[in-house]
């Protein structure tokens, strides 16, 4: 049977894509972003990923991968421990999703996703295996040019920090040709689509990092520890370009401050063990994505 090829950065947001929107064509997509100053602390994140999507008579059954690299830099950080052994994580995600069509106007998404997250200094273990998965139901409404979408379900995994549940609720509206927004948690975006090459987004969304330090690291008063955890968290306000060079490639661009940020160090049982000083920081996204097809829902992000 056909195969459908389609790219998604695969972390528990993905519940936002359009879910009536158009299969994405895209075959690969990469991306790096960095955040210079979150309190003597800068970060880089360099990613790329890639799906498969296989159609079915009733919805579609995803499988994908990605690969990131997050890179801390402490700089002049004053703490009392040493944090270079928490300075470069490796994420290796896979995911295996099912899309199912009840009818025209109802719809379930069902999502499991493990992911490696570590900084790979000892041999893998259990520590570095994290679970992500979600459910939702999702209802629409159409009249016309316009939609509506109202989605609703529960998530598990550690876009908040350690594994636990999440609650996932969204209202999409698509206005017009070139209007549309989405309210809800994790991710509010208003849309405007300038021309069929060119999209800008206002977003508002939270996003975070849990991952195993397999090292042993010395603390002042609980001496030598392993398989500790760092947790970022944070909550950024931004501005996103979308903009088709060529028919098959497109960039994207996200320019915004992170309002709130979290940086910390937990023990093996997840109790805190260092809290870093933060503060709000500039970010800079850049992506760029290949495209299977030239046929792109204008209204899906």
């Not at 049977?1 to 947001?13: E, P, Q, V």
């Not at 100053?37 to 990923?49: A, L, N, R, T």
């Not at 690291?217 to 947790?231: G, H, M, S, W």
């Amino acid at each position: 049977m056909k195969f459908y090829i389609c790219t998604t950065f695969l972390i528990l947001s993905t519940v936002h894509t359009s879910l009536w929107s158009q299969i994405s064509k895209e075959l690969i997509g990469f991306e790096y972003s960095v955040t210079p100053d979150i309190g003597e602390i800068s970060i880089e994140k360099y990613q790329i990923s890639t799906n498969l999507g296989k159609k079915t008579s009733k919805g579609m059954i995803g499988f994908g991968i990605s690969y990131t690299f997050h890179n801390y830099n402490y700089n002049n950080a004053n703490i009392n421990l040493d944090p270079w052994t928490y300075k470069t994580i490796h994420s290796i995600k896979s995911t295996i999703s099912y899309r199912h069509y009840f009818n025209k106007s109802w719809m379930g998404n069902l999502v499991f996703s493990p992911v490696l997250s570590s900084n790979f200094e000892s041999e893998i273990s259990h520590e570095d295996i994290f679970l992500n998965a979600y459910f939702t139901i999702s209802k629409r409404w159409k009249k016309k040019n316009e939609y509506s979408i109202f989605t609703m379900g529960i998530g598990y995994g550690t876009l908040l920090g350690k594994q636990q549940f999440i609650p996932i609720i969204n209202y999409e509206n698509v206005i017009n040709k070139q209007w549309s927004y989405k309210l809800g948690f994790p991710k509010t975006r208003l849309q405007y689509l300038v021309n069929n090459r060119n999209k800008l987004s206002a977003t508002l969304e939270f996003d975070g990092l849990f991952a195993n330090n397999s090292s042993t690291v010395a603390f002042p008063e609980t001496k030598y520890l392993t398989d500790t955890k760092i947790q970022y968290n944070n909550l950024n306000l931004g501005i996103y370009n979308e903009y088709k060079i060529q028919p098959n490639w497109v960039t994207t661009f996200h320019l915004g401050y992170t309002l709130w940020n979290q940086l910390k160090i937990l023990d093996q049982d997840f109790n805190e063990i260092h809290n870093f000083e933060t503060n709000g920081s500039v970010f800079i996204n850049m992506g760029l994505k290949f495209n299977l097809k030239n046929k792109n829902n204008e209204h899906k992000k």
